[in-house]
């Protein structure tokens, strides 16, 4: 139930996010869902793409410098509550998130929830124990 | 009229300062030869001996000492005198890991106690000065040399060493100190900060501040002049000759440094060719220490560029003059004093990261100090998608080269391929420091 997401190292700087995209665009690559973690220097750009490994190697080929990050998609119901719940859950177990990040469904009422966790195998034991939808990758690429 | 700590040497005319030159080349010549198997396996390689320096033009017939000679036979290997000889050992950083080492015997001490007893006068000190000496003290050569040759004199003085800027200000103005010692930049950034702190130090009683370990010009001679109301005056010296005090400006003249020609033989040289310049000319400074007992060094390459003016000097001192340093043949950097080799900061690199990275140093001068900003290429091998990887990352950098080098530097990761390659070869330098 691990779902592959790529992250890409860009510098705080103007025009980066427009090539990225631009790059992606032409490879005639969706993106799904997406974060962007930053600092004064530099940022974190982490996608979930319908075609990791075209998206990966056309942004290698371009210079950038990227990684495949397993990541798990969880499926909430859209309403007040419905993220306290899974987090009560990683909690009871201990199991740390490193950062998440949500969107919502095109059609039905939920939302989903990327999760990085630290220990990825023990947060899927954990959210299947307690019944959480967690998404494959096809799914989710697919989407 | 001019003052002198010791008239007889520093005014002695130029036939009877040679021919005391050519015995003591003689002497030190025959000594290294004895003493020091790299000196032995060096001139029997070139063919020739301690008997064939039968003038001073015979010393351009010795091969060349390097740093890298130095590193080669770290720590001791270039010693001429026994360890329990040896009562004083500083140390410089290196091209890569290990520092220079240099011992001193007594007499060593004592001979650069003198010549910076010399210099403190030729800038214009003298007994009954108080002397605020804000070099580094410890392996760094800077305060104790400093600190020495201030007592000689008889003046009296604060071994305040570098750093706590605003105490320094404060013990400066209470004591009443006339003369200051640290390098060109923090003169001027004591300025900044004692004015931040409303007091103008224009009318302290500083008379005279002596000022060296990195390069500085004339434009910002006149500026700490200005700020600080003072004389400024350029000293010149490295730890592998002996540390402070090697040359020093006079006050009357302020053009060029005197070198202590009894105790160094400066030579110019063409960097490329090893070959001496034209009189005059601009070439690297090559330095044989003639009386020094603990590492003596022949023709020891210093990697500055200067040229040497041989005419007579206002303030009656015989010794040549060394234009101000203008550069290095070789890519050091002197960042607030401290050497510098781009290769040490690239094997911290490889050290932390495991693989050789793309980086740019980019030095600036803000406020008056020197600023370093490390730039690395973010590869995959350390490339996280955790911010606090990456931040830790450039911690654990900046952390390896306070420790290693003592500077302070800020370490930016840059994409990859946006350090520029030149011909094939990264370029590694941007210094902005507009002196």
């Keep these: 139930m691990k779902v592959e997401q790529i992250s890409i190292f860009i510098e705080n700087k103007s025009g980066r996010l427009a090539e990225i995209t631009r790059i992606l665009g032409e490879a005639g690559i969706n993106i799904r869902a997406l974060s962007l973690a930053d600092t004064s220097d530099f940022g974190i750009l982490r996608l979930i793409v319908n075609d990791v490994e075209k998206a990966n190697a056309v942004l290698k080929e371009k210079g950038f410098t990227v990684s495949k990050t397993e990541v798990v998609a969880v499926e909430v119901p859209d309403q007040p509550g419905g993220l306290s719940t899974i987090l009560q859950a990683l909690d009871r177990d201990r199991i740390n998130v490193e950062y998440m990040y949500a969107f919502v469904e095109r059609c039905g009422g939920n939302a989903v929830i990327i999760f990085r966790f630290d220990e990825t195998d023990k947060a899927i034991t954990a959210l299947s124990a307690n019944s959480f939808n967690m998404l494959s990758g096809e799914r989710l690429y697919s989407m | ?435």
């Excluded at chain 2, 004895?34 to 000196?39: C, G, L, N």
């Excluded at chain 2, 700020?227 to 400024?232: E, K, P, R, S, T």
């Excluded at chain 2, 990887?389 to 003592?406: C, F, H, N, P, Y």
Aim: aromatic content about 6%.
């Design chain 2, 1 to 435: 009229m001019a003052n002198y700590f010791n008239e007889e040497f520093e005014t002695l005319p130029r036939a009877a300062l040679e021919a005391l030159q050519l015995k003591r080349l003689q002497a030190v010549v025959a000594r290294v030869y004895a003493q020091v198997p790299f000196y032995r396996q060096s001139f029997d390689a070139a063919g020739i001996g301690p008997e064939d320096v039968k003038s001073l033009a015979d010393l351009q017939r010795l091969p060349f000492t390097t740093k890298q000679d130095m590193r080669d036979s770290y720590p001791y290997g270039l010693f001429a005198a026994p360890l329990e000889e040896i009562v004083r050992i500083h140390a410089s950083s290196g091209t890569t890991g290990k520092p220079t080492v240099v011992g001193y015997t007594q007499q060593d001490i004592s001979t650069w106690t003198e010549l910076m007893a010399r210099s403190f006068v030729a800038a214009g000190a003298h007994k009954g000065d108080i002397i605020h000496n804000a070099y580094g003290y410890g392996l760094f050569t800077g305060g104790l040399g400093a600190h020495y040759g201030a007592e000689r004199l008889g003046a009296s003085v604060i071994p305040i060493s570098g750093g706590n800027t605003k105490r320094q200000i404060m013990i400066m103005q209470d004591f009443g100190s006339t003369v200051l010692t640290c390098t060109p930049s923090y003169s001027l950034y004591l300025a900044e900060e004692a004015a931040a702190e409303g007091v103008d130090i224009r009318s302290s009683k500083l008379r005279v501040g002596i000022f060296g370990a990195e390069p500085w010009s004339e434009a910002m001679r006149g500026e700490i002049e200005a700020n600080l109301g003072l004389d400024a005056i350029d000293i010149y010296g490295l730890s592998e000759i002996m540390g402070p005090g090697v040359a020093i400006e006079c006050i009357e003249a302020k053009q060029g440094l005197h070198i202590w020609e009894d105790h160094f033989i400066p030579e110019i040289i063409d960097p490329a060719t090893g070959q001496p310049v034209a009189a005059g000319e601009k070439g690297e400074l090559v330095i044989t220490t003639i009386t020094k007992q603990g590492i003596p060094l022949i023709r020891y390459r210093t990697r500055d560029i200067t040229s040497i003016d041989r005419t007579p000097c206002v303030c009656g001192r015989t010794h040549g003059r060394i234009a101000r340093l203008s550069g290095r043949s070789d890519d050091m950097l002197i960042i607030r004093g401290v050497n510098v080799f781009p290769s040490q900061i690239e094997s911290i690199l490889v050290r932390v990261e495991g693989v050789e990275p793309h980086y740019l140093l980019i030095v600036d001068r803000k406020d008056n100090l020197d600023t370093l900003e490390v730039q690395v290429e973010v590869n995959e091998e350390m490339f996280s998608d955790e911010i606090k990887v990456l931040q830790s990352l450039a911690r654990t950098i900046e952390k390896e080269i306070k420790d290693m080098l003592g500077v302070t530097s800020t370490v930016k990761l840059v994409e990859p391929k946006t350090i520029q390659r030149s011909e094939g070869k990264a370029q590694r330098v941007r210094d902005n420091r507009k002196l």
